[in-house]
């Protein structure tokens, strides 16, 4: 099992609004690409220095294939929607775990 995680840092200002299109739109169009088995979606309990929320958006999948078949296919495309709706509002970061 991979889990392919983004943490973001959402400007307070935009970060209800952030939420709603993640739950709504950009959660359920990551998922809609069939490449992931299943997704978690966290805030982070400490506080950031910039003033900012983080979360961590977690998304599972069953090998390495199926990441790179998201990020070949899907990837660019979804995060510019993100990228145009929220710019210099966020900051993200992006990793990639192996279940051991």
Known sequence: MILYNVT???DQSVEDEWI??????HIPEVMATGL???NKFFRLMHEAEDGGVNYSVQYFAED???IKEYQEKHARQLQDKHQLKFRDR???FRSLLEQL
């Open 8 to 10: 973001v840092n959402i």
């Open 64 to 66: 390495m294939d199926k």
């Open 20 to 25: 709603k299109f993640m739950r709504e739109t």
């Open 90 to 92: 966020y900051v993200i």
């Open 36 to 38: 992931f088995k299943e």
